[in-house]
Each structure stands twice: as structure tokens, then as C-alpha cells.
């Protein structure tokens, strides 16, 4: 409808913005325009000092920014086997808005969901911090519980942590 926007999108928009700016803070990032998003928000290369006037690339791994409001997210049938058939790393980046924080969810334990049952028709990934599980996830669980986050930062951190890029590619290769 002309003249007006969703308040769910529009919170959704600022909250991928602030995502964008604080990965584009210490990784290089390429954007995915909306028109062609399909579950990966950007495509991120962790950076390290080279020397005084250079970063040096590594390691190149996919983001999907969610709002921190979002707690779970679920992928059904054709989605599950688009995660399946990734081929670089996948996280979660949680932001909030009102401290301009973010959180970066690993979703390695994806793997043990695949091994335990490879033919599986939908799965939900947990991101609160509370409810990650040490254990196997189980062939008839369809629940992957991938908190606690590996790393997360905000706009103050990126200000007086000067070691916070090094912190962040440390955290970041090993997660690879």
C-alpha cells in the first residue's frame, strides 16, 4: 500500500543497518541487496593488521542479522537443505537497537543436527544465551540450540577496545 511501512520491517531494516555498520567495523563486508536476499544478509572476510597501513584477508563467512527480539529461528523443507548445502561458515548476528549491540552466534552445531539425521524436513535454531546444550542433538529433535554468542561488541567497544579487532579475528578464525 503506498504511504506507509510495516513497523515490524521497518524496526527489522534499522536493526540489519546497525548489523551491517558494526561487521563492516571489523571484517570487510558485502552487503546482499534485499532483491536478492535469501537468508544471508552479508557475505564477511575476517581482517587482520597486516602491517601499519594494511589489513591482510582471511577466512570469508556468511551472516544473517535477526533483531534482537528474534529468539529462534526456523527453516522447513527446501531451507533446511539450502543450510545443508552451504559451503562457508553461517552465523547469526543478533543486534539491539536500543544499546547498539551485537551478538555473532556460531551455527557449527548445525553439523551435528546433519550427521545425526541428514534427512531432516525442518530444524530451529535457539539463539538465547540460556539455552544452549552440550549434548548430541538428537535425530528426532529438530531443535539446535547454538547459544552462547562467540563474541559480541558495540559501538563504545569499537571505541576504547583498540585490541577489540584482534579479539574479534582471534574468536572469528577459530570459529571457522
Known sequence: MPATRGKNLRS???????????????????PVPRT????????????????????????SF?????????ETVTFDEHEVQWLTDLELPFFIAS???KTSNIKL?????LSDAFVSNPNR??????LAEDT??????KADDNNVYIGPPIIEWSINTLNV????????????????
Open 12 to 30: 527489522g531494516d534499522l536493526a540489519e543497518q546497525l548489523g551491517l555498520f558494526l561487521l563492516q567495523s571489523v571484517s570487510l563486508t558485502a
Open 36 to 59: 536478492e536476499d535469501v537468508g544471508i544478509d552479508v557475505i564477511g572476510t575476517l581482517i587482520r593488521e597486516f602491517d601499519q597501513y594494511r589489513y591482510i584477508a582471511a577466512n
Open 62 to 70: 556468511y551472516v544473517q542479522i535477526k533483531s534482537s527480539s528474534v
Open 95 to 97: 543486534v539491539d537497537r
Open 105 to 109: 552466534f556460531c551455527a557449527h552445531r
Open 121 to 126: 524436513n525442518s530444524l530451529t535454531l535457539h
Open 132 to 137: 544452549v546444550r552440550e549434548d548430541w542433538v
Open 161 to 176: 577496545d583498540s585490541e577489540f579487532l584482534s579479539k574479534f579475528y582471534d574468536i572469528s578464525k577459530e570459529s571457522h
